[in-house]
């Protein structure tokens, strides 16, 4: 009796176990299996280009198991045509309204970590390359991405004189299909990478328009909107001696005659504008981290800067 309850365990436990799913592509794969391949990435997340297979699953997923999914044109910029390739996924981001997934592609000893973006759907909407072992410079790159997503990429060197230098770009994907910079932090050429106010020239003659300042390099200005209870701002800021800093371009709209509030659809950043006297508060109510650095925030006081005017001229 016991012999023949152990063999009916051993029959149910095999008839239970998971169905291995093909992932060469030659059979029609279920979504829901071929996406269980994908394990939820642990974020934050951080890979350098020296280990970028660090995480990848020794799982290999062929081309043609990812064009039952995926268009031709989403692999066409980054695989040339019979090109022997491997694919090993390295996770997946699950958002309200997309999902975001990452894997290796690996070319002989060419790595790239690569992210497409799908719909609440499972349609593709758009990919990037984030990272990759091959650029043949001095500079060493990371990949950083947080819960937003925002996806971090940084390259760094160490100059002659023993000082870093460094670019970081942080991308997001937006409501319009594609990936954009939302934030750039560089300290390798002051000319190239000035701030450069991109309202500075439009008109500036409702009530609050004008150029607020702390300093040089943290700074707020307001320009005319399409009406007196709309504005287009510009924030730049560095804080912790220019080592996090913020910037953003938007439109604030008031919702009393002193306060207006800056949100926009698709984006969790919202900041509350008050205006007192010569001064403007800013208080970050909203998650503003495509904006600005980790440990900084759009929360500051700023005052309104004395327009010069032109001396008239006394007629004798």
Same mark, same amino acid.
């Given at each position: ?7 009916? !365990? ?6 239970? *176990? ?13 979504? &829901? ?5 994908? &394990?939820?990435? /642990?974020?934050? $997340? ?18 043609? =198991? ?32 997309? *999902? $975001? ?12 970590? !690569? %992210?497409?973006? !799908? ?8 990919? *990037? ?5 091959? @650029? ?10 947080? #819960?937003? /997503? ?6 760094? #060197?160490?100059? *002659? ?22 934030? &750039?932090?560089? @300290?390798?050429? /002051?000319? &190239?990478? =000035? %701030? ?16 607020? $300042?702390?300093?040089? @390099? ?34 604030? #709209? ?13 984006? /969790? ?6 205006? =007192? ?12 981290? @495509?904006? +600005? ?8 006081? $700023?005052?309104? #800067? ?9 007629? +004798?």
């Amino acid at each position: 009796m016991k012999l023949s309850c152990i063999f009916l !365990m051993l029959i149910i436990l095999i008839g239970c *176990k998971p169905k291995k799913v093909d992932l060469s592509g030659e059979t029609k794969i279920d979504q &829901k299996d071929f996406l269980s391949i994908f &394990k939820p990435l /642990p974020l934050p $997340y951080f890979v350098a280009d020296t280990n970028i297979d660090k995480n990848a699953d020794t799982i290999s997923i062929g081309l043609k =198991a990812f064009e039952q999914f995926f268009p031709d044109s989403a692999f066409s910029t980054y695989i040339k045509k019979n090109q022997l390739f491997k694919i090993h996924p390295v996770g997946i981001i699950n958002k309200t309204k997309e *999902k $975001y997934l990452l894997f290796v592609l690996t070319e002989k000893k060419k790595k790239r970590l !690569m %992210v497409f973006v !799908m719909n609440e759907k499972n349609q593709y909407l758009a990919g *990037k390359e984030l990272l990759n072992n091959f @650029n043949n410079t001095d500079y060493h790159y990371t990949i950083n991405i947080n #819960k937003e /997503p925002t996806f971090l990429l940084s390259q760094e #060197k160490i100059n *002659k004189d023993n000082s870093l230098l460094f670019t970081r770009e942080g991308w997001i994907y937006n409501d319009v299909g594609i990936f954009m910079v939302v934030t &750039k932090d560089s @300290n390798e050429d /002051p000319a &190239k990478t =000035a %701030v450069i106010n991109p309202i500075d020239t439009l008109a500036a003659l409702n009530k609050f328009s004008g150029n607020f $300042y702390k300093d040089k @390099n943290n700074y707020l200005s307001v320009r005319d909107g399409k009406n007196a209870s709309h504005y287009i701002f510009f924030i730049h800021f560095e804080k912790n001696n220019g080592t996090c800093t913020g910037e953003l371009k938007g439109e604030l #709209k008031l919702n009393t005659p002193k306060t207006g509030v800056f949100t926009q659809n698709g984006d /969790p950043c919202i900041i509350d504008f008050n205006f =007192a006297g010569n001064t403007v508060q800013l208080k970050e109510q909203g998650s503003c981290g @495509n904006h +600005r650095g980790i440990k900084c925030f759009f929360d500051d006081t $700023y005052t309104r #800067k004395k327009e010069i005017k032109p001396k008239k001229l006394v007629k +004798r």
